[in-house]
């Protein structure tokens, strides 16, 4: 069934799923780095990728979204050449962190990874107000990271006096012990 947000767009189960694209292997020289080294890539069935990066002239094969990221580990970014790339992709999905909680990707509090998402939320809807801009997904939905982002969620609301504006939600579903 199709997924439907708050402004009753009918989403595809294909744009539900998406998929990682590692740039490189450090032990294999070949590795294949761009969509366009698997000419049946579409056959899975996902409509989006990321690399983890943010970028002016995505590969999109067949359609398939490019999902940019800006990364919340070392803030903040340089803003004039992200917006190369949000002027160049209008109505792009912009994820602001990767796994923000943990020490091994953004290493963010509640209240910096609140603060960091009310300013590149606000810096890119004023750039492109098409944008969709997703919340940082936790490395699982776990008791302790959902607590989390409740925390980032209430820290939000307390310091903008609004609920925290996200057109995308996401999450991913790890493995791991807490």
């Known amino acids: 069934?199709?997924?439907?947000?708050?402004?009753?767009?009918?989403?595809s189960t294909a744009s539900r799923f998406g998929v990682g694209l590692a740039g490189g292997h450090p032990d294999i020289a070949s590795f294949p780095s761009t969509l366009a080294a698997f000419p049946d890539i579409t056959s899975l069935g996902f409509g989006w990728y990321?690399?983890?990066?943010?970028?002016?002239t995505p590969e999109q094969p067949d359609g398939v979204e490019f999902v940019q990221l800006i990364n919340t580990r070392s803030w903040p970014p340089n803003w004039s050449t992200l917006d190369l790339a949000i002027q160049a992709n209008p109505g792009a999905t912009w994820i602001i962190g990767n796994e923000p909680e943990i020490a091994s990707q953004g290493s963010n509090t509640p209240a910096e990874y609140a603060?960091?998402?009310?300013?590149?939320?606000?810096?890119?809807?004023?750039?492109?107000?098409?944008?969709r801009v997703a919340i940082g997904g936790v490395v699982m939905?776990?008791?302790l990271r959902l607590a989390?982002?409740?925390?980032?969620l209430a820290h939000?609301?307390?310091a903008y006096g609004a609920p925290m504006p996200v057109d995308v939600w996401n999450t991913h579903v790890q493995i791991l012990p807490e």
């Open 1 to 11: 069934l199709p997924l439907v947000t708050r402004s009753l767009q009918a989403i």
């Open 50 to 56: 990321s690399n983890w990066s943010a970028a002016v």
């Open 141 to 143: 939905p776990s008791p």
């Open 115 to 131: 603060n960091i998402y009310h300013e590149a939320y606000t810096h890119i809807k004023a750039v492109d107000p098409s944008a």
């Open 148 to 152: 989390w982002l409740d925390e980032v």
């Open 156 to 158: 939000y609301a307390s």
